[in-house]
């Protein structure tokens, strides 16, 4: 087999879902590793100190530590399904969009889905302000499927794992909120191959596991 890009990953790390979909959807190959945080290998600590999901290492050896930096690498590679060509708007509104997503309402998302990580925290506080921003996508998507037309693009899964994060805080409570179009869409993502095939089961990597070959 030829050499491969490493990724180390966790399924259940949003950064590290939205890494994946880019690989998926870009039709890279990589040989997938999966992390168990209290036992990170000794390789991922030594290519990234700060111990974080994902990371790619690619076959020159440049390592990739920020989700997103992963997907513009491999979206910039290859971009079958035109995920950095919206229909609507541009890729600087993709991507302002995004840090949206990553600053402000992930640290509401934090602060919701974590209390107790935080002093002098109201956590019903936070949900308002991680929900100011979840009505602004409902009202994008009001009348077009995704968030930037009518096909899935960088911005969609860059932001749709977060959502599923924040939804499944307090699950019945976001199913009363009247945001249709935000649920759709989060619906439709739960229910495609496409997040089925991401969030496939792996077993802890060691060394000397057998190559496990994700994507194309």
């Known amino acids: 087999m030829n050499k491969l890009p490493i990724l180390y990953t966790f399924r ?3 950064y590290a879902m939205r890494a994946r ?4 959807v870009s039709g890279q190959k990589v040989e997938l590793r999966e992390v168990v945080f209290r036992e990170k290998p000794e390789h991922m600590l030594e290519v990234s100190p700060k ?11 440049r390592v990739y530590e920020e989700s997103r930096d992963v997907m513009d690498w491999v979206l910039a590679h290859n971009d079958p399904q035109d995920w950095l060509s919206p229909e609507v708007g541009t890729v600087e509104g993709m991507q302002t969009l995004a ?3 990553d600053g402000p309402f992930k640290e509401a998302l934090d602060r919701f889905k974590y209390p107790e990580h935080y ?8 949900r308002e302000k991680a929900s100011a921003f979840l009505r602004k ?10 968030l930037f037309g009518s096909h899935m693009t960088y911005a969609d899964a860059a932001i749709l794992p977060f959502v599923r994060q924040f939804a499944n805080v307090e ?7 009247d945001w249709p179009h935000l649920k759709r869409w989060l619906e439709a993502f739960l229910a495609s191959q496409q997040f089925e095939h991401i969030m496939d089961k792996y077993p802890q990597w060691h060394e000397g596991n057998e190559v496990t070959v994700f994507g194309a």
Do not use: H, M, S
């Not at 111990?51 to 050896?61: Q, Y």
């Not at 699950?171 to 909120?177: C, I, L, Q, T």
């Open 21 to 24: 979909l880019a690989i998926a």
């Open 119 to 126: 002093e002098d925290n109201d956590p019903l506080a936070e």
């Open 99 to 101: 840090d949206e997503a």
């Open 51 to 61: 111990g974080t999901v994902p990371i790619i290492v690619d076959i020159n050896g």
């Open 137 to 146: 996508l409902d009202a994008r998507l009001g009348d077009q499927q995704y």
């Open 12 to 14: 259940r790390c949003p």
């Open 171 to 177: 699950r019945d409570w976001f199913d009363g909120e």
